[in-house]
């Protein structure tokens, strides 16, 4: 009998540094963790900073560990991981084109590009999706990418109007939610705490939480489509 496999494996890969990778997954991880799911998150940045937040913070957010990969070791973790890990599988690959984003797109199951609303990240972004493509038609594997619009300000100057424009031509698929520049995404790395676990009673919290809610149910829809899609093709 064919072996039951547990988790959801979602890679944030980005060919570009500085687009807030390593935060976004962090407060998904402590979004989904909020809903009673486990979380193991793998860390493959250089920096290594969600690593040493989980060293300082290692209770913070029940249900959730972070573990440091070598590039070279990550099928390795991927292996021991895919049918005993519980809930999801976070990568944080890290903000450059390597061997490791092109391996973490394969095996995971959607692959989240953060972006801002900026001309070089738009275009680093299409590089990404252009060769996820060429990948997929090569090993016969639909593979699962979409852009995150990230550290958007919500007063919508003009240039992030027209960047928005280009990154809807830009052919690589948008995720519905916008992610603004919020205190809250930054403030993980000084309390130790994502806003699901961070004090409630603050507006800002509120409304981080509210935006990264969409975000998770649209990511939830996406894998859900996903098993619908791998039921029907067994």
């Not at 860390?43 to 590039?71: I, M």
């Not at 519980?86 to 903000?95: C, N, Q, T």
């Amino acid at each position: 009998m064919e072996q039951q496999r547990n988790a959801h494996i979602i890679a944030f890969a980005s060919p570009k540094g500085g687009v807030g990778k390593s935060t976004t997954c962090l407060c998904l991880g402590g979004a989904l963790a909020a809903r009673g799911h486990k979380v193991t998150i793998l860390d493959l940045d250089q920096n290594r900073t969600l690593e040493q937040w989980y060293q300082r913070f290692p209770d913070a957010v029940p249900g959730l560990t972070v573990r440091g990969v070598r590039e070279g070791d990550l099928m390795a973790a991927i292996s021991e991981l895919y049918y005993t890990a519980e809930g999801f599988v976070l990568l944080d690959v890290a903000g450059a084109f390597t061997t490791a984003t092109i391996t973490a797109a394969t095996v995971a199951d959607l692959t989240v590009s953060p972006a801002k609303l900026s001309a070089p990240d738009v275009i680093e972004a299409r590089k990404l999706s252009d060769e996820i493509k060429r990948l997929a038609d090569r090993i016969g594997k639909p593979i699962n990418h979409r852009l995150l619009l990230n550290e958007v300000s919500p007063l919508w100057p003009t240039y992030q109007r027209a960047m928005l424009t280009q990154a809807e031509r830009s052919g690589v698929p948008l995720f519905d939610t916008i992610m603004n520049q919020r205190a809250p995404y930054a403030e993980v790395f000084l309390t130790g705490q994502p806003p699901h676990f961070a004090d409630k009673s603050r507006e800002p919290i509120i409304k981080a939480i509210a935006q990264l809610d969409a975000f998770t149910d649209e990511v939830l829809a996406a894998l859900d489509a996903l098993d619908v899609t791998q039921r029907e093709a067994a």
